[in-house]
């Protein structure tokens, strides 16, 4: 007997309906009470009162609901349940209630082509609702969650310890961002700390307040910044700047990819206008590197992989190859500030004021103007971006500038092209070029003896990618850079790969070549090793099960021959591991590694290791953050965003709440931290039941939210901890209860009727409870007295328990 049947009865399956009354002789022959047709005698209906039942909407199930029905058992349309259901809250009230959130609306009478179809057997309420009565979405009507108060710390630490036969070395660095949000500012400093053999050293990214202003659709940005305009170069800046709404979205939205090859297990360092914006340990192999938290969409990346031994290979991602992948919103975008660093050291960093402004030209069509000034330096440019056919993205940028101090000028200019030629075949194109008078504002005042010949003159880009289901994926990315002193330097990564049944094989190619010098100003890392060539990877993937891969490898590089296998499983959700072996066939040397990582819900840890004829390193990581707010700290494994929240499921323990940024878990006290919603959208929470206790159903298991840019947003599940009991009841006799018999609670509500063999199931009851049943044949009851272990089982979805019933 399933537990659908167990859990109640409400006269709407097993009673006949005849007329007014039911078919007593048809109750009678089911085994149950006639008695019972006095508490259905209209038909089967819900009890008076609140009753927590299913609420489906135009075919769309919605999960629990609060629902009210009256002494009949009718509906009440309450404002718990239109907000619910998203329908429009009639301005007429039918029935006041207690508080304003009982009163009944006359949602009937404003919308009367609305069926109200009621299911007691089920615990449902099903609408069929005309669609003018549903409310506007929320990001329409601009009905976001604003406000709030919380602080944050987002941590990410790297280390490696590397113990060699002849020397040792130790590298730790430490990227924290530490910052809060009140009234939807957001207020953020973001560092890095690095430590080289005991040499330590901090840099200080930015410091800033911002807020959003939604009439003028635009972000104000106060304190430590990196301007953000679409026609210069981004400037580190103290002073404050205006700029359209969509930008600010800029470092979560862009669709960059970084791709390079790395030799042995390395960090990857990306920085943009001098600033460390990324830093990541990647394993041996190809990597690709998302979601860069860029600063702007007008500067290079300068990409450097270091490896475990201080080998470091640099390559540099022009900003022209960008193209359509940094989105602009259209807007007006000003800046003021104090420079903060130049090229000259002796120099006073001047005070900038650049302006621009980008317009729609119809569909598919952007125009932007700007203006940049100090002192003793002008400059101006323009922005044109155009999609032909629907399928071409082609984007230009043209720059003047005038070094007042030098008394030169120049010109820099840039083209970019995107479009899928047809047959699966996708091509990006890129081209920068600059004058020898061309000067940025980091440069002016400098002359020829600060080393402007090794500027870029020329810069070119190539993408390729093709794909098809029989000949497999290949993508082709190449760049070329040629400076004024007649150096120059190239970088080619291309891949292909092919899926055969379950098994993956890829053919990957790296090549730079030319020297990769930097301003020394910016950098502070060891000079560059020589470039190394070509080189190349064959590698090929076999699934045992479905999360455990062997991965086989043979690579040529710089004359040096190396195979390698290795083993990874993704064990479950938290844990990850990897252990391999290689061997360097030229200087037949044999080297082993492993690795594993670990998400125990509120941080993240990496840990590695890798051994070979040189010596032993290790390497670690590190990363999460703490949230403080009203209720204490919560801890995150994923760096918190601009815009955020709390969550709350009770006061269950390890719950699984899906989020915009990746699943999360709650801790002892049920609260668990959303790192990041997107701003005016909606997002959507999912709890995973299936990670509840048994003994605990939810309220609603899925809710919406659309929140304003910085505010602070608090989500509550409400959870139902019910406790359920399969009874076993016998008179005093020691006979079972006769089949049918009606089961009232203490206040004389309905609650159940006995099946066979004395079974009394009960949806929720309490240790000590009191039942009365109806015996048929009998004018007085009999009670039955629950003794229940004080605290129930979580594991359980029921719990069994015998007792007696007494005659009064």
């Known amino acids: 007997m399933g537990l659908a049947t167990l859990s109640g009865f409400h006269g709407e399956a097993l009673a006949l309906e005849l007329g007014d009354g039911f078919d007593l002789a048809a109750l009678t022959t089911h085994g149950i009470d006639p008695k019972v047709s006095d508490y259905f005698r209209s038909a089967a209906r819900f009890r008076e009162g609140v009753q927590v039942v299913g609420l489906r909407v135009n075919g769309v199930a919605l999960g629990l609901v609060d629902a009210r029905f009256d002494y009949q058992g009718q509906l009440c349309f309450t404002r718990g349940l239109l907000d619910k259901a998203g329908l429009r809250v009639p301005s007429t009230v039918l029935q006041a209630g207690v508080t304003a959130d009982q009163a009944c609306h006359d949602f009937l009478g404003e919308f009367p082509a609305t069926l109200v179809r009621l299911r007691p057997s089920n615990d449902e309420v099903s609408l069929v609702v005309p669609t003018q009565s549903f409310r506007e979405p929320q990001w329409e009507a601009g009905n976001f969650s604003q406000g709030g ?116 297990q390395a960090r990857v360092e990306v920085r943009q206008s001098g600033v460390l914006i990324y830093s990541t340990l990647v394993p041996e192999g190809p990597f690709s590197l998302t979601g860069l938290p860029l600063l702007n969409g007008t500067s290079d990346l300068d990409v450097s992989v270091i490896d475990m031994r201080g080998g470091k290979r640099s390559f540099v991602v022009p900003a022209a190859s960008f193209g359509a992948q940094v989105p602009v919103a259209p807007g007006f975008d000003f800046a003021l500030g104090k420079v903060r660093e130049t090229l000259l050291s002796d120099r006073e960093p001047p005070v900038v004021a650049m302006g621009s402004g980008t317009w729609g030209l119809g569909a598919g069509t952007a125009l932007g103007f700007g203006l940049l000034g100090t002192d003793e330096y002008h400059a101006a440019g323009g922005t044109l971006s155009r999609v032909f056919f629907q399928r071409v993205s082609v984007a230009a940028r043209h720059n003047v500038s005038r070094d007042q101090v030098r008394g030169v000028g120049g010109t820099r200019n840039a083209l970019s092209l995107s479009s899928p030629v047809g047959a699966g075949v996708e091509v990006n194109l890129s081209a920068t070029t600059q004058s020898r008078g061309y000067r940025d504002v980091l440069e002016a005042g400098a002359s020829a003896r600060d080393d402007l010949d090794a500027r870029f003159h020329r810069q070119y880009t190539v993408g390729l990618s093709w794909g098809g289901p029989t000949f497999g994926g290949f993508s082709l990315s190449y760049s070329r850079s040629e400076q004024f002193d007649g150096q120059g330097a190239e970088h080619v990564f291309a891949s292909w790969n092919q899926r055969f049944r379950d098994v993956d094989v890829a053919l990957i190619a790296d090549s730079q070549t030319g020297p990769s010098r930097r301003r020394k100003r910016r950098y502070t890392a060891n000079e560059e090793l020589p470039s190394e060539g070509v080189s190349v990877r064959l ?157 605990v159903d939810l309220k609603n298991g899925t809710q919406t939210l659309a929140a304003a840019r910085g505010s602070f947003n608090t989500v509550e599940f409400k959870v139902i901890s019910a406790r359920r009991v399969l009874l076993t009841a016998r008179d005093a006799s020691g006979r079972a209860l006769p089949q049918g018999a009606p089961v009232f609670g203490e206040d004389k509500a309905f609650l159940t009727s006995v099946v066979g063999e004395g079974l009394i199931f009960l949806n929720d009851s309490q240790p000590q409870q009191t039942l009365r049943v109806e015996m048929p044949g009998s004018t007085k009851p009999c009670l039955l007295q629950l003794n229940l272990e004080p605290e129930p089982s979580n594991e359980k979805l029921y719990e069994t328990a015998s007792a007696t019933c007494r005659a009064l």
């Open 149 to 264: 108060t919380a602080a944050l710390l987002n941590y990410d630490v790297l280390g490696f310890d590397n113990q060699g036969r002849n020397d040792s070395s130790r590298f730790v660095s430490a990227y924290t961002e530490a910052g809060f949000n009140l009234g939807n500012w957001v207020v953020r400093s973001r560092q890095f700390y690095i430590s080289d053999n005991g040499r330590g050293s901090s840099e200080h990214v930015y410091a800033y307040a911002q807020r959003d202003f939604a009439p003028l659709q635009s972000t104000f940005q106060v304190g430590q910044i990196s301007s953000r305009s679409p026609v210069f170069g981004g400037l580190q800046l103290s002073g404050f700047q205006l700029f359209p709404d969509g930008v600010s979205r800029l470092g979560s939205a862009n669709d960059v990819v970084v791709e390079g090859l790395a030799h042995s």
């Open 539 to 695: 590698q090929v993937s076999v699934p045992f099960g479905e999360s455990r891969r062997l991965t086989s490898f043979a690579s040529r590089r710089n004359g040096r021959s190396d195979i390698g296998t290795t083993l990874s499983e993704r064990v479950n959700e938290y844990v990850d591991y990897e252990v391999g072996t290689e061997r360097d066939l030229t200087d037949r040397q044999q080297a082993v590694h492993g690795r594993v990582d670990v998400m125990p819900r509120y941080t993240r840890v990496g840990a590695g290791i890798n051994r070979d004829a040189s010596g032993t390193s290790y390497t670690g990581q590190l990363q999460g953050a703490i949230v403080a707010h009203e209720q204490g700290l919560t801890f995150s494994p994923y760096a918190v965003q601009d815009t955020f929240g709390l969550l709350s499921v009770g006061n269950v323990s390890g719950a699984k709440v899906e989020t915009p940024q990746g699943p999360v878990w709650t801790d002892y006290r049920g609260f668990a931290v959303i790192p990041g919603l997107p701003a005016y959208s909606n997002s959507h929470l999912e709890v995973q039941t299936q990670s509840l206790p048994k003994r």
